[in-house]
């Protein structure tokens, strides 16, 4: 569904990504991990070309984001969840939906409103659909902000530390919507420093420091019997 191909980003002489080669299959569940810092975001906001690349290639179903052609298309098969939800403020939740597909993918009101509805289902907040954002909990936005990723119906969901801007006994309602998705088979690329959820969810870990890759494999097997010494040192300090 994915490949990065030695990805290289600098920030002017900054070296912030280097030699970076991962891959995502269809129905897999990637995560990163790594200290703040090492290059996390950057990997995902390359992703959705929301940075411009140094050297390498990003192929999104096999399609080279470099081919000017078919980007557009390939990049509405991606869909991003952020740390601070990014809602639109000044909007319903129902409008936060229905005017991004209109917007995103010209889809006509009544159907724009059919799909918004039947994702604030999956995530539990058809109850709040008339209500504006500054009305809801963090765990609420942040849930609201993955039905809108979801209403895209993106080929990959990637989510940038979900839960890192909300109060503790809010995480546990963002991660479940997560682990819902994954019952449902959507492939997922996620930021997360939550290590037992990491764990527990990913089909493989990438483990980044100051822009490289130090080990990728396995999730289990990163967690209890990493190669790197430094990936043992890593989850010592935070697991
Ligand atoms: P992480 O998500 O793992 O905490 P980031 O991808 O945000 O790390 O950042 C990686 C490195 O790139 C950091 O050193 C950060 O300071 C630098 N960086 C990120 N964005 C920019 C930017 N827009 N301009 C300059 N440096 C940046
Ligand atoms: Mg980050």
Redo the contacts with the bound molecule.
């Keep these: 569904m994915i490949e990065v191909k030695n990805l290289k980003?600098q920030?002017?002489k900054?070296v912030?990504?280097d030699n970076i080669n991962l891959e995502i299959k269809k129905g897999e569940v990637v995560s990163?991990i790594?200290?703040?810092?090492?290059?996390?975001?950057?990997?995902l906001?390359s992703i959705i070309d929301l940075?411009t690349i140094t050297s390498g290639d990003i192929l999104i179903e096999g399609n080279n984001l470099k081919d000017k052609k078919i980007k557009k298309e390939m990049l509405l098969k991606t869909g991003m969840v952020f740390q601070t939800f990014n809602l639109f403020p000044h909007m319903s939740v129902r409008n936060n939906i229905v005017k991004t597909l209109e917007l995103v993918k010209k889809l006509d009101k009544k159907e724009a409103n059919k799909i918004a509805e039947e994702t604030l289902e999956v995530v539990g907040l058809i109850d709040k659909i008339d209500n504006f954002p500054s009305e809801l909990s963090g765990g609420q936005k942040q849930r609201v902000a993955i039905a809108r990723a979801l209403s895209l119906r993106p080929d990959i969901l990637l989510f940038?530390?979900p839960t890192s801007a909300l109060d503790p006994e809010l995480v546990k309602e963002v991660l479940d919507i997560i682990r819902k998705l994954k019952n449902d088979k959507i492939t997922m690329l996620i930021?997360s420093h939550e290590m037992n959820f990491v764990k527990e969810i990913s089909d493989k870990v990438v483990v980044?420091e100051k822009?490289e890759i130090l080990e990728k494999g396995d999730s289990k097997k990163i967690f209890e019997n990493p190669d790197s010494q430094r990936v043992k040192e890593f989850l010592n300090t935070i697991y």
């Design positions: 980003k920030f002017g900054n912030v990504l990163l790594g200290p703040s810092g090492s290059g996390k975001s950057t990997i906001r940075e940038d530390e930021v980044l822009g």
